[in-house]
C-alpha cells in the first residue's frame, strides 16, 4: 500500500467538498473492495475521504411500501432489519449472502454501487426493485446509473447518499456463486411488481448488471418457473474467464432465474 | 502405569501456542538492526534482460542496498542445486540448466527474482522496488507439457526442452502381453497442477555476526539440516558450522517449503554484504508465482485384460511438467516417485512407464502431498474402474480378482510390499460406506433432480524413502536416514531431539507419546525440540510421510541404547549380574526378585555419580542413534465416494466419502484422523475446485485465491474414516505413515465417482461445475 492522506468529514458536503480538492482523492465506504486494491498497489489514491462518521449517510427509513436505505449502511445492516425483512424480504435474503460475514459487517450499499464490480450483488437488486439512486446532486434511476465495467452515471466527486426501493408484490434472488471468490459467477434478481410488470436483474454475467427483457416479458404473462425454463439466453457479450464461458453464462441465466421464480412463488 | 500411551489419542501439546496465538514463526523474530528485502519479479514469462536500472531505487528512502543477478554473478554466488541426478533412457545424465538466485541475463517464468531492495522498512523496500526499470526484450513463451518439446527453447542446454527421457518396466513384456489381451483400456488426462498454498507464506531472516563470522537463519522450512546443506556446500560455498539454520514454528508446508529458495540464498548473502539482518515474507501474490507447485502431467495410459479380467500389463506414457528450472527434487518426484508406484495394489505382472520431463514457462514443479504417488494412483485407480465399466464387472470384483495377496511382494516397478491386506480394507469401506444401498440413494438423488455416481480407490503409498544407498544408486544426492537423541535429565525428565520437522503435523506430542511409553513417564515429562541446526545432531527433516516410520525409528534406537546403559547403572545400583536386569516401562528389576529401581532413579545415579561404576561407565544419560531404513513402508486403503451432480448447472457435491486405511500401528489415531481429514480435503480439492490456470502467454490466471480455489469445509462432507492395521515388518514401532494419503486416493475416487454419475468415460480435473456441465452436454 502506498502512503495517502486520511480525512474523516463529518458531512456529506464536507466531504464532498474535500473530494473537489483532491484530484486523486478516493471517498472511502466499507472499503471492501477498494482497500484490497490499495493493499495490492493497484489503486494508489493521493487522498481517503472515509465516509464512515457522516451520520446522513447511515440508517434505513421505512414507509408503506418504500424503504430508503442510507449509502453508508452495511450489508449485515440490511441483512437483519425487521423493516426490510418485512417490506422487502427478498432484499434482506440478498444482503444475507454477500460475500462473507467480515465482509456484510464493513461493506455498504452505496460503496457496492460506486464501485459497479461486475459480479457484486447488490447492482441486480437495483434494477430489479427499480431502485433510485439518491446522490448529493441529484436522483438517478437504476436503468440509468449502471454504464460498463466499474463504471457508472456518476461524476467525479459525486457522491451516493441514499437508495430507495419500492416492495414488490414478491421477489427472489438466486446466485451461482464464483466458487473461488464466492462473488455470483450469475446473480438473478426477480421481482414481480403485479399487472404484468415484472422486473428481472442480472449480475456476473456482463461488463456491468443488466435487465433481461425477454425474461421479465415472459414473467409479466405468466409468473412461473416454466415461463422461463426454456429462453435460450444469447451468449454474446456476456463475460468470458476462467470460471465461466459465455455459454454457460447464458445457460446458468435461465436457470438461477427459473429458481428465483419457484424461491419467489414459495 | 497401566494404559499404553501408544494408540490414546492424546491431546496435541503445541495446540495451546498455536490456538492462542503464542506460536513464534519466522516473520515473528525480529533482531536488532533489522532490515527488510523485496524482490522486483519478472512480469513476463520468456524475455531477454536488456538492462536493469537500479539508480533511482538505490536514492530512494531508507534503501540499505540493491542487488542484481551480476551482483551475486561476481560475488560467485552458485545457482541451486537440484537434489536428485535422473539417468535417461540413453545412459546420459539429465540437463541441468543454472538456476540463478537472481536473473542472469534472461527471465524465464513470470515472479523470477530479477532484483532485490533491501531497506529499512518493508514498505521502503517495496516502494523503492518500483523505482528500478528493467528493460525486458520479450520473448515467445511455452507453459504446457504437451506443447513444450515445440516450443521456444528456455535453456541453451536444452534446445526441446527436454530434461530427460526416461523408462521403467519390461518393454518387450508388456507390448507383448498386450498384443493378447481381451480387452484394452485406455485414457487419456491431465493430472492438473496445483498451487500448495501454506497458511504461512515462505519467510527468512538471515543475520551475519562479524563477532564469530557466523549467520543465523531462520526460514519457514520442512528440513533445515538440509536447507543448510545445499546453501553452504552447492550455493555460497560457506563453513557449514558456520551456518545455523532454524525452522521455527512453521504454518504448514505440503512440499513447498523442502526446497531450498533462491530468496534465502539472496537474504542470507546480503545479510554478509550488510552485516545487517535481511528478513523476507512472501506476500500471498508471490507464493502464487513463486513457491513450487504440484502434479501437472499428461498422460496416457493403457491397461491390458485377459477375459475374465485378471491384469496382464499396463503401459503408460506421461509427459512431466517441471517449469522453468529444477527445484530441490523436481526430477525424482516423476519418476521415481511414480513410476514404481504403478503396480496399485495389484498383481500387473508387467509395466513399462516412460516419462518425459520438459521445462516450460511456469514457475519450477516440485513435491506437492503425496508427490508422485497421487498422480500413480490416479493412473491405476482410473484405468481399473473404466476397465470394470467397460467390461461390465463390478469395480469391487475386478480389484479383488487382482489383488495382491502374498506377501513380500516384488512389483514389476522395482518397489518390494513388505505386508498389507487390501482385502480387509476394501471389505470394511463397502460396510461402512453402505455400498449396498447405493441403488436407492441413486434414485432417491434422481427424484431430487441430481445425479449421483459412486466411485472406488485403491491406493497404495511408499513413504519413507529409503535406504540410503538404494536411492543413492538411483541418483539422489543426499542421504535418506534420521538422526534423534534422548537426553535425559537428573531429575529424569527427557528432552527428544529429532531430525523430522513438525509444521502442522503434531509431533510434539506423537514422539512424545513414544518415548513416555517407553521410559515410563508422562507425556509432560518429555519435551520434543526439532527444527535447528544447532540443538539437532542432523536430521533430514520432513515430507514424504516419513516421519514417525523414519524419525521415529531413531527416536526407538536411542531410546534402546539408554535403556541399555540404564540396565548396566541399575546392575550395580541392586548389585545383580547385568543380565539378570529386566526393564518394562520405567522400571529395572532384578529378574525373579523384587528387587527393582525407577527410572528416575537411574537417572539420577548417573548424574549424581556416587555409587556408581566409573571405571567401568561413562556417568550421564544421553544417547543418540541415526536409523536408515532397510525399505519404505507400504500404507494402503480403500476409499469410496458418491457424488451428486446437479444436472442443471453441472454443480457437483460430495456428499459422502469413506476412508479405510492401513497405517500399521498408529500412535495417536485423533492425531492420523487429523492427518486424514487435511489429506482427503486436499485430494477433493484437486478432483473438484483446484486448478493452476497460465495464459498462452505464461501470465498466471489463478494468481490470488479470488481465482484459485482451496476447497472450503462446506466444500467436503462429514468423513466416515476407519483404519486396519498390518504392521510394518521392518520398524520396531511397526508403523508407515499418514501424511500423504488422503491427497493419494481421493482424486481417483472422486472422479470415478462423477464419471459414474454422468455415465461418461472421463472428464477433466478439477471437475467444477462448468467442466461437468459441459460433460454432460457432450454426453
Known sequence: MHAFQYHRPTSSKEAATLAGQKSEGRYLAGGQSLVQAMKLRLSSPTDLIDLGTIKDLAGIKASGAAVEIGAMTRHAEVASSPEIKKTIPSLAAMAGMIGDRQVRHMGTIGGSLANSDPAADYPAAVLALNATISTNKRKIAADSFFKGLYETALEPGELITAVSFQAPKRGAYMKFKNPASRFALVGVYVADYGSGNVRVGVTGAGASAFRQTEMEKALGAKFAPDAVANIKVKPDGLNNDLHASPEYRAHLITVMCKRAVEQALK | MTSSLIGARVPRKEDYRFLTGSGLYTDDVALPGQTYAAFVRSPHAHAVLRSVKTDKAKKAPGVIAVYTGPDLAAAKVGGLPCGWLITDVKGQPMKEPPFPALAQGKVRHVGERVAVVIAESAAQARDAAELIEVDYQALPAVVSAAQAKKGPALHDIAPDNTCYVWALGDKAAVDGAFAKAAHVTKLEFVNNRLIPNAIEPRSVNASYSRADDSYTVYVASQNPHVERLLMTAFVLGLPENKVRVVAPDVGGGFGSKIYLYAEDVVCTWAARQLARPVKWTADRSEAFLSDAHGRDHVTVAELALDKDGKFLAMRVRTTANLGAYLSTFASCIPTILYATLLAG???????????????????????????????????????????????????????????????????????????????????????????????????????????????????????????????????????????????????????????????????????????????????????????????????????????????????????????????????????????????????????????????????????????????????????????????????????????????????????????????????????????????????????????????????????????????????????????????????????????????????????????????????????????????????
Open chain 2, 345 to 779: 495394489q495389484y498383481t500387473t505382472p508387467a509395466i513399462y512407464c516412460e516419462v518425459t520431463a520438459v521445462f516450460t514457462n511456469t514457475a519450477p514443479v516440485d513435491a506437492y502431498r503425496g508427490a508422485g504417488r497421487p498422480e500413480a494412483t490416479y493412473v491405476v485407480e482410473r484405468l481399473v474402474e473404466t476397465a470394470a465399466r467397460e467390461m461390465k464387472i463390478d469395480a469391487a470384483q475386478l480389484r479383488r480378482k487382482n489383488f495382491i495377496r502374498q506377501f513380500p511382494y516384488q512389483t514389476p516397478v522395482a518397489l518390494c510390499y513388505d505386508t498389507g491386506n487390501y482385502e480387509a480394507t476394501l471389505d470394511a469401506a463397502m460396510k461402512i460406506a453402505d455400498v449396498a444401498g447405493f441403488k436407492d440413494r441413486r434414485e432417491q438423488s434422481l427424484r431430487r433432480g441430481k445425479l449421483r455416481g459412486m466411485g472406488y480407490a485403491c491406493y497404495i503409498e511408499a513413504c519413507g524413502i529409503a535406504p540410503s544407498n538404494v536411492a543413492g544408486s538411483l541418483g539422489a544426492r543426499a542421504g535418506l536416514f534420521e538422526a534423534g537423541e534422548i537426553r535425559v535429565h537428573p531429575t529424569g525428565t527427557v528432552t527428544v531431539f529429532t531430525g523430522s520437522h513438525a509444521h502442522g503435523q503434531g509431533h510434539e506430542t506423537t514422539f512424545a507419546q513414544v518415548v513416555a511409553e517407553r521410559l515410563g513417564l508422562s507425556i509432560e515429562q518429555v519435551e520434543v525440540v526439532h527444527g535447528d541446526t544447532s540443538k539437532i545432531l542432523f536430521g533430514m527433516g520432513t515430507y514424504g510421510s516419513r516421519s514417525i516410520a523414519v524419525g521415529g525409528t531413531a527416536i526407538v534406537k536411542a531410546l534402546d541404547k539408554i535403556v541399555a546403559k540404564g540396565k548396566k547403572i541399575a546392575a550395580h545400583l541392586l548389585e545383580a549380574a547385568e543380565a539378570d536386569i529386566e526393564y518394562d516401562k520405567g522400571v529395572f528389576k532384578v529378574a525373579g526378585t523384587d528387587k527393582k529401581k525407577a527410572f528416575g532413579e537411574v537417572a539420577f545415579a548417573a548424574y549424581v555419580p556416587h555409587n556408581y561404576p566409573l571405571d567401568k561407565l561413562e556417568p550421564g544419560l544421553n544417547e543418540n542413534a541415526f536409523y536408515d531404513p532397510t525399505n519404505f513402508t507400504f500404507p494402503a486403503g480403500s476409499y469410496v465416494c458418491e457424488v451428486e451432480v446437479d444436472r442443471e448447472t453441472g454443480d457437483t457435491q460430495v456428499v459422502a466419502f469413506t476412508a479405510v486405511d492401513d497405517f500399521g500401528k498408529l500412535i495417536n489415531p485423533m492425531i492420523v484422523e487429523g492427518q486424514v481429514h487435511g489429506g482427503l480435503t486436499q485430494g477433493i480439492g484437486q478432483a473438484l475446485t483446484e486448478g493452476c490456470a497460465y495464459d498462452e502467454t505464461g501470465q498466471l490466471i489463478t494468481g490470488s485465491l479470488t481465482d484459485y480455489c482451496i476447497p472450503r469445509a462446506s466444500d467436503v462432507p462429514m468423513f466416515k474414516i476407519d483404519t486396519r492395521e498390518t504392521p510394518c515388518t521392518h520398524n520396531p514401532l511397526g508403523v508407515k505413515g499418514c501424511g500423504e494419503a488422503g491427497a493419494i486416493g481421493a482424486p481417483a475416487a472422486v472422479m470415478n465417482a462423477i464419471t459414474d454419475a454422468l455415465g461418461v468415460k472421463d472428464l477433466p480435473m478439477p471437475a467444477t461445475a462448468q467442466n461437468v456441465w459441459r460433460a454432460m452436454h457432450r454426453a
